[in-house]
């Protein structure tokens, strides 16, 4: 499992603390695989306690519950991440309109989903194949520095 599958399941867990009442890890594991996630009880005692959720009292027993709920960020991908996407980054190009980014075969997927976790003001959104992540601008004017962005971002200068 990698770190990105890691940091989609981590995300996955905190909606579902978000929108359903958990009262147990059996709860929270089923809540999980209903969403594409299938996971051991090891693995959510270890995000739980990584995301330092507990375990609270309430009137009707206890359930897993989210410090500050709504202040509570997705965990973003480990620093190390940003060097891992570098690696498998092989180019990037532009035009006025879109930006591309080349990877290794079979990369492509992983870096998106990191680039995305980086939540950039310039960035509409990506499109990922298989080596090939088309990056949509939140407007022509951006364009330009959001490849700048992006290149530095994945130690591309």
């Known amino acids: ?6 940091v989609r399941r ?3 867990l905190i909606t579902v603390l978000r929108e359903e009442v958990i009262h147990n890890q059996e709860d929270l594991r089923r809540a999980l695989r209903r969403r594409g996630f299938r996971v051991t009880q090891a693995t959510l005692s270890r995000d739980l306690k990584e ?3 507990p375990c609270v009292p309430t009137a009707s027993g206890y359930r897993y519950a989210l410090p ?3 202040a509570m960020p997705v965990p973003a991908a480990p620093a190390r991440m940003q060097n891992v996407a570098a690696v498998e980054v092989t180019g990037i190009d ?3 309109m879109a930006i591309i980014i080349r990877t290794l075969n079979g990369r492509a997927q992983g870096v998106a989903v990191w680039l995305d976790g980086q939540q950039l003001n310039d960035m509409l959104a990506t499109i990922a194949g298989d080596d ?3 990056v949509l601008p939140r407007s022509v004017k951006s364009t330009a520095r959001l490849k700048q962005d ?3 971002l994945l130690q591309l200068d």
Do not use: G
């Open 1 to 6: 499992m990698s770190a990105i599958d890691k």
């Open 94 to 96: 532009a035009n006025e």
């Open 68 to 70: 500050e709920m709504d």
């Open 10 to 12: 981590q995300s996955e």
């Open 150 to 152: 992006l290149a530095a």
């Open 132 to 134: 090939t992540i088309l």
């Open 51 to 53: 995301l330092r959720v």
